[in-house]
Every structure is written in structure tokens, then in C-alpha cells.
């Protein structure tokens, strides 16, 4: 079974560049996520979704950062305008409640801001 | 603000040994533990998971929660080079929050 694929997987920008994640979740998982994760700090959820309904996105920054999953399938993440904090992995995952809503990851998207 | 706490460690462990791993959480009512080992570089993936009271064993590992201490482990016995990985507690509140993980070093 393939996992979850992310592109790109490594991302340099300038502060105030724009820059987008694409992920496909893993077939048949309805439910995806976007955590990103600094270095040395746990994984922290932007945004989830359930098919192509937002769930939860009140650690989503508004101002710069959007996400959308139109067919309930793909996703992808952008940030417009980014800042220098902004670098981070970013990981997608996606989960399915018929295997007890494990949350399975991608590899990741390395993005510096420079 | 919910919160999961770990050690940031370096635990360092002989090859062999017993590494023990904890983390304590702040929201009662959280009903869902999960550990993930996540290798540099790389993303996390799921070791185990745990809802209920008690200790669950899979291999080398042992997870162990403590409702009422808000307090969950784990135990990684005859600890290898391998091992060797950041390990994150994750707590399944209205959404899954992760701890900053500890860093577990197995030396020969």
C-alpha cells in the first residue's frame, strides 16, 4: 500500500516569497492533516481535514498560511508571504476510522526561509 | 492550554539495557496515547498506542498509562544501536498534540 506523498521535499526561499506543499493521502483516508514541525519541537497541527471539510484550523496562521482539499483527496498547503519562522517540516498525514484513526505521516517538505 | 510534556533528554542507554521513556499530560480527559519514534531526518512513525489503564506489550516495547498520574511511558528493553531516535508522546485530546520528544542514544 503507498503511503503519503508530499512534493516538494525541500523548498529554499526568500522572506516574503510564496511557496506551496502538495500531499496525497493515502488511499481510502478520509481524514488529513498538516503539521508542521520545528527543529527540536514536536509536530503541531495547522489544519485538519475531513474529506474536504475543515475540522480544526485554530493553529492555522490566517494571514499567510492557506490550505485547501477541493476533491476531498489531494491537498495542499501554501504560505504567502512567508518569514524567516516559517522554516520548518512540514508533514502531511492522513488517518481512516476503520484503522482506528492511526495517523500515518508523509515524508515531509523541508522548507528554509532565507 | 493543553499541553504534553517530555524530557528533551539525551537519555543514554548501553546497549541491552532498559530505556525508560516518560511523558505526562494535562488534559483528563484524554482517552488516547500514542508513541512515535522518529529517526533524524525523518518523519514519525507510529510504535504504539494505548487507551486503556495499565501495560500493553509489543516486542521489546511496553507502553504503560496511569489515568489518574496522567502519566504515560515507555519501556524499550535489550535497547539496541538502532533504537537510537527521538521518541514523541502524543496525546489524543479533540486533536492529537505532540510532546518535543526525547532523545534516546543507545551505545555499544
Known amino acids: 500500500e503507498a503511503g503519503v506523498a508530499q512534493s516538494p521535499r525541500y523548498k529554499i526561499i526568500e522572506k516574503r516569497q510564496s511557496v506551496a506543499f502538495w500531499c496525497n493521502p493515502i488511499?481510502?483516508?478520509?481524514?488529513l492533516y498538516w503539521y508542521q514541525q520545528i527543529l527540536g519541537q514536536g509536530p503541531k497541527l495547522l489544519i485538519q481535514?475531513?474529506?474536504?471539510?475543515?475540522?480544526?484550523d485554530s493553529q492555522l496562521p490566517k494571514d499567510r498560511f492557506s490550505a485547501e482539499r477541493l476533491k476531498g483527496v489531494d491537498s495542499t498547503l501554501k504560505i504567502q508571504p512567508a518569514k524567516l519562522e516559517d522554516s520548518a517540516v512540514y508533514l502531511c498525514?492522513?488517518?481512516?476510522?476503520?484503522?482506528?484513526?492511526?495517523?500515518?505521516f508523509g515524508e515531509g517538505s523541508w522548507l528554509t526561509v532565507v | 492550554q493543553k499541553e504534553v510534556e517530555q524530557n528533551s533528554g539525551p537519555l543514554s542507554v548501553p546497549e541491552g539495557a532498559i530505556a525508560s521513556l516518560n511523558c505526562t499530560y494535562s488534559?483528563?480527559?484524554?482517552?488516547?496515547f500514542f508513541w512515535y519514534r522518529q529517526y533524524s531526518g525523518k518523519s514519525p512513525e507510529l510504535i504504539m498506542s494505548?487507551?486503556?489503564?495499565g501495560d500493553k506489550e509489543d516486542g521489546r516495547f511496553t507502553a504503560q498509562l496511569n489515568k489518574a498520574s496522567q502519566y504515560v511511558s515507555l519501556l524499550i528493553r535489550d535497547s539496541q544501536p538502532s533504537d537510537s531516535a527521538t521518541y514523541l508522546c502524543?496525546?489524543?485530546?479533540?486533536?492529537?498534540?505532540f510532546g518535543t520528544g526525547t532523545r534516546l542514544q543507545v551505545f555499544p
Open positions: 498525514a492522513s488517518s481512516s476510522m476503520t484503522d482506528g484513526n492511526t495517523i500515518y
Open positions: 488511499s481510502g483516508h478520509a481524514t
Open positions: 481535514f475531513q474529506n474536504n471539510g475543515v475540522v480544526d
Open positions: 488534559d483528563r480527559g484524554s482517552q488516547s
Open positions: 494505548i487507551y486503556s489503564n
Open positions: 502524543a496525546v489524543d485530546t479533540d486533536k492529537l498534540i
